[in-house]
C-alpha cells in the first residue's frame, strides 16, 4: 500500500511539473513573440532589404498589385517560390500599415506553434502513463519556447519564418483524419484543410516546395492503403480533393504562370532534375560530398539552433548526443504512427535535399523543417528506452544536463535579445523612425549612404513616409549640406549587416568571423554608435537616436 501511494503522490508531482512546464512555455511565448514583436528592431537589417520588398508588395496589394510569384531564390535554381505568403499576410494590414503588422503573423504563428507542438507531442507518446506524457510534452514546449534562432526570425517580416507552424498544422489535419471518427463532409473538410497548408507551406521557402509535395504523396498512399485494407473505397477521393484544394489555392500563381508560359514552374522542375555535380570531380567524390553534407547539416543542428557555441568540444557533443537520440528514438518508437510518419518523411527528405548544400554555409533558417526533431527524438527516447535501470538513469542524468545547459544558452540571447527591445539601450524601431519623420519638414532630404542598389526602391524611410507619414521627404546615399540624417545612438551588429560610418561618406559590413567554420547566426552584439564626424547642427534627440541637420 505505502508502494503505491508513494507512487501516485510520484506521478502527482510529474504531472504538476509537466503543467508548470506547459503554462512556463506559453507564457515565454506571449512575450517574446507576440508582446516582442511590436518592439520592431530588425526591418532593414542585413544586406538585402528583403523585409522591406515584402512590406512594399503586400501592402501593395491594396492598391490591386496582385503578386502572381514570390521572391527569388538566391542560390540553387533561381527560380521564384509561390506567392501565398503575401495572401496570407495581406489581411493584417487591416490594422494598419505599420510594418509591424506584417511582422505579427509571424509572432502569431511562432507563438501557437508551442500549444500545437504540446498537443502533437501528447498524442505521439501512446502507451506512456499520463502525467509521463504531460511532463514530457511540457518539456518539449518549454525547450521549443526558449530557442532563440525561432524567436529571432519570428519577430521578421519573412517568409521562412512561419514554416514550423504550419509543419505542425499540416501534421495535425493528417492525425486527425487518421485517427478521428468523422463524417464524410467533416473529412472532406479536413482534407481541403490538408492541402491549402500543403499549398502555404510551398509558398514558404524553397525547402518546404521541393520536400513537403513528397511527404504529401507518402501520406496520401498511406490513407489509401488504409481505406482500401478497410474496403472503404469511397473515402480513396479524399486525397484528390486535397489535391484540387491546393491547386486552387494558389490560383494567383497560376493566373501568372498562364501569362509567362509557365517559365517559374519549368524552371523548378530544371532545378529538381538537374545533376548538380561539378563538373571534373569523380562519382566516388561526388558521393561523398553529399553524404559528407547529409551527415553534417543534421548534426550541426543542435549545435548551432541548441548549444549556440562554435568550439569543438560542442560540435563533438552534438554529434554524440544527436546520433544517440536519433537511434534510441527511432528504434524505440512505440507511439502513434501517423503523426512519427509525417515528421520522419519529412526529416529524411529533407536531409536527402540537403546533401546538396554546403553544410558550411547553410544558416539557421534553411533548417527550419527539421528544427524540432531534436526535441522529439530525445523525447521519445526518454519515454520508451527500456534499458536497465541504472542505464536509463545514466541517460536521463546526461540528458538532463544537455537540456539545461541547452535551454541556459538560449536564455543567454533570449535576454540580450529582448534587451535590444526593451532595455535602457534600446535599439532604434519602427515606431522611432516613424516619429522621428513626422517631426521632420515636408519635403525633407534624408540622406543614408546605405540606400543603394536594391534599397534605393526599398528602404525603410520610403517605406514608412509613403504608407504611414506622408511627408513627401526624398532620401539619397550621397550626404550634402541640408540633408538629415538619423543618426542611431546604438546599432545592431549582426553578420551581414550594412552600416554606416560615423563621416556618412561610405558604409561598412559586419562579418563576424569564429575560430570554428560554423554559422552561428543569428548572433549579434549592441554597441554604441560613435559621434558623427562632420560638421552638423543637432535638430533633436530621441530616446534612440540624434536627428542632425547637415552644415
Given at each position: 500500500?505505502?508502494?503505491l501511494?508513494s507512487?501516485?503522490?510520484h506521478?502527482?508531482?510529474?504531472?504538476?511539473i509537466?503543467y508548470?512546464?506547459?503554462?512556463?512555455?506559453?507564457?515565454?511565448?506571449?512575450?517574446?513573440?507576440i508582446?516582442?514583436?511590436?518592439?520592431?528592431?530588425s526591418?532593414?537589417?542585413?544586406?538585402?532589404?528583403?523585409?522591406?520588398r515584402d512590406?512594399?508588395?503586400?501592402?501593395?496589394?491594396?492598391?490591386?498589385d496582385?503578386?502572381?510569384?514570390?521572391?527569388?531564390?538566391?542560390?540553387?535554381?533561381?527560380?521564384?517560390?509561390l506567392?501565398?505568403y503575401?495572401y496570407?499576410?495581406?489581411?493584417?494590414?487591416?490594422?494598419?500599415?505599420?510594418?509591424?503588422?506584417?511582422?505579427?503573423?509571424?509572432?502569431?504563428?511562432?507563438?501557437?506553434?508551442?500549444?500545437?507542438?504540446?498537443?502533437?507531442?501528447y498524442?505521439?507518446?501512446?502507451h506512456?502513463?499520463?502525467?509521463?506524457?504531460?511532463?514530457?510534452?511540457?518539456?518539449?514546449?518549454?525547450?521549443?519556447?526558449?530557442?532563440?534562432?525561432?524567436?529571432?526570425?519570428?519577430?521578421?517580416?519573412?517568409?521562412?519564418?512561419?514554416?514550423?507552424?504550419?509543419?505542425?498544422l499540416f501534421?495535425?489535419l493528417?492525425?486527425?483524419?487518421m485517427?478521428g471518427?468523422?463524417?464524410?463532409?467533416?473529412?472532406?473538410?479536413?482534407?481541403?484543410?490538408?492541402?491549402?497548408?500543403?499549398?502555404?507551406?510551398?509558398?514558404l521557402?524553397s525547402?518546404?516546395?521541393?520536400?513537403?509535395p513528397i511527404?504529401?504523396?507518402?501520406?496520401?498512399?498511406?490513407?489509401?492503403y488504409?481505406?482500401?485494407?478497410?474496403?472503404r473505397?469511397?473515402?480513396?477521393?479524399?486525397?484528390?480533393?486535397?489535391?484540387?484544394?491546393?491547386i486552387?489555392?494558389?490560383?494567383?500563381?497560376w493566373i501568372g504562370?498562364?501569362?509567362?508560359?509557365?517559365?517559374?514552374?519549368?524552371?523548378?522542375?530544371?532545378?529538381?532534375?538537374?545533376?548538380?555535380?561539378?563538373?571534373?570531380?569523380?562519382?566516388?567524390?561526388n558521393?561523398?560530398?553529399?553524404?559528407?553534407?547529409?551527415?553534417?547539416?543534421?548534426?550541426?543542428?543542435?549545435?548551432?539552433?541548441?548549444?549556440?557555441?562554435h568550439?569543438?568540444?560542442?560540435?563533438?557533443?552534438?554529434?554524440?548526443?544527436?546520433?544517440?537520440?536519433t537511434?534510441?528514438?527511432?528504434?524505440?518508437?512505440?507511439?502513434?504512427?501517423y503523426?512519427?510518419?509525417?515528421?520522419?518523411?519529412?526529416?529524411?527528405?529533407?536531409?536527402?535535399?540537403?546533401?546538396?548544400?554546403?553544410?558550411?554555409?547553410t544558416?539557421?533558417h534553411?533548417?527550419?523543417?527539421?528544427?524540432?526533431?531534436?526535441?522529439?527524438?530525445t523525447?521519445?527516447s526518454?519515454?520508451y528506452?527500456n534499458l536497465?535501470?541504472?542505464?536509463?538513469?545514466?541517460?536521463?542524468?546526461?540528458?538532463?544536463?544537455i537540456?539545461?545547459?541547452?535551454?541556459?544558452?538560449?536564455?543567454?540571447?533570449?535576454?540580450?535579445?529582448?534587451?535590444?527591445?526593451?532595455?535602457n539601450?534600446?535599439?532604434?524601431?519602427?515606431a522611432?523612425?516613424?516619429?522621428?519623420?513626422?517631426?521632420?519638414?515636408?519635403?525633407?532630404?534624408?540622406?543614408?549612404p546605405?540606400?543603394?542598389?536594391?534599397?534605393?526602391?526599398?528602404?525603410?524611410?520610403?517605406?514608412i513616409?509613403?504608407?504611414?507619414?506622408?511627408?513627401?521627404?526624398?532620401?539619397?546615399?550621397?550626404?550634402?549640406?541640408?540633408?538629415?540624417?538619423?543618426?542611431?545612438?546604438?546599432?545592431?551588429?549582426?553578420?551581414g549587416?550594412?552600416?554606416?560610418?560615423?563621416?556618412?561618406?561610405k558604409?561598412?559590413?559586419?562579418?563576424?568571423?569564429?575560430p570554428?567554420?560554423?554559422?552561428?547566426?543569428?548572433?549579434?552584439?549592441?554597441v554604441?554608435?560613435?559621434?558623427?564626424?562632420?560638421?552638423?547642427?543637432?535638430?533633436?534627440?530621441?530616446?534612440t537616436a540624434?536627428?542632425?541637420?547637415?552644415?
Open positions: 500500500m505505502y508502494k501511494n507512487e501516485s503522490q506521478f502527482k508531482r510529474v504531472q504538476v509537466g508548470l512546464l506547459i503554462f512556463l512555455a506559453i507564457a515565454i511565448g506571449l512575450i517574446t513573440r508582446i516582442a514583436v511590436f518592439q520592431y528592431v526591418f532593414d537589417i542585413g544586406q538585402d532589404p528583403d523585409q522591406v512590406a512594399f508588395v503586400v501592402i501593395n496589394m491594396w492598391q490591386g496582385l503578386p502572381t510569384l514570390g521572391s527569388q531564390v538566391a542560390t540553387i535554381g533561381r527560380h521564384h517560390i506567392p501565398l503575401y496570407l499576410f495581406f489581411p493584417f494590414t487591416i490594422l494598419g500599415a505599420d510594418p509591424v503588422f506584417q511582422a505579427l503573423p509571424n509572432a502569431l504563428f511562432s507563438f501557437l506553434s508551442i500549444p500545437l507542438l504540446i498537443y502533437l507531442v498524442q505521439l507518446l501512446e506512456i502513463e499520463t502525467p509521463i506524457r504531460i511532463f514530457l510534452s511540457g518539456l518539449a514546449g518549454f525547450w521549443y519556447s526558449l530557442l532563440y534562432g525561432e524567436i529571432f526570425i519570428s519577430n521578421f517580416q519573412w517568409n521562412p519564418s512561419s514554416i514550423p507552424f504550419f509543419l505542425l501534421t495535425l493528417y492525425y486527425l483524419q485517427e471518427d468523422f463524417s464524410l463532409a467533416v473529412q472532406m473538410l479536413l482534407w481541403v484543410g490538408y492541402g491549402v497548408t500543403l499549398a502555404i507551406l510551398v509558398s521557402h525547402s518546404t516546395l521541393f520536400v513537403l511527404v504529401f504523396m507518402i501520406s496520401c498512399g498511406v490513407f489509401i488504409q481505406v482500401v485494407k478497410q474496403k473505397y469511397l473515402l480513396i477521393s479524399l486525397p484528390i480533393v486535397s489535391i484540387l484544394s491546393a486552387l489555392a494558389l490560383t494567383p500563381y504562370e498562364f501569362s509567362r508560359g509557365f517559365q517559374n514552374t519549368k524552371s523548378i522542375f530544371k532545378t529538381i532534375v538537374t545533376n548538380d555535380s561539378q563538373a571534373g570531380n569523380s562519382f566516388l567524390m558521393l561523398g560530398k553529399k553524404i559528407s553534407n547529409l551527415f553534417l547539416n543534421y548534426f550541426k543542428l543542435f549545435q548551432e539552433a541548441y548549444l549556440w557555441n568550439s569543438w568540444i560542442a560540435l563533438v557533443v552534438s554529434v554524440i548526443f544527436l546520433a544517440i537520440i537511434y534510441w528514438g527511432i528504434t524505440k518508437f512505440k507511439g502513434n504512427k503523426i512519427w510518419c509525417i515528421w520522419l518523411s519529412t526529416w529524411g527528405i529533407y536531409l536527402y535535399a540537403a546533401s546538396n548544400l554546403d553544410s558550411e554555409t544558416v539557421f534553411y533548417k527550419l523543417l527539421i528544427i524540432f526533431a531534436p526535441i522529439i527524438l523525447i521519445t526518454l519515454a528506452l536497465s535501470k541504472q542505464k536509463n538513469l545514466i541517460f536521463y542524468v546526461i540528458t538532463g544536463m537540456i539545461t545547459y541547452s535551454c541556459l544558452s538560449n536564455l543567454f540571447y533570449d535576454y540580450q535579445f529582448m534587451l535590444s527591445k526593451y532595455g539601450n534600446r535599439l532604434i524601431n519602427t522611432d523612425i516613424t516619429k522621428i519623420i513626422n517631426q521632420l519638414p515636408d519635403g525633407a532630404v534624408i540622406c543614408d546605405r540606400v543603394r542598389g536594391k534599397r534605393i526602391a526599398n528602404n525603410q524611410y520610403k517605406y513616409d509613403t504608407n504611414i507619414t506622408h511627408k513627401n521627404i526624398s532620401v539619397v546615399n550621397v550626404c550634402v549640406s541640408g540633408n538629415y540624417v538619423i543618426h542611431p545612438q546604438r546599432l545592431l551588429l549582426i553578420d549587416t550594412i552600416l554606416n560610418d560615423p563621416s556618412y561618406e558604409i561598412t559590413y559586419v562579418k563576424f568571423t569564429p570554428e567554420p560554423v554559422k552561428l547566426w543569428p548572433i549579434f552584439e549592441i554604441q554608435n560613435r559621434a558623427i564626424a562632420r560638421p552638423a547642427k543637432l535638430v533633436f534627440t530621441t530616446d540624434n536627428v542632425y541637420l547637415l552644415n
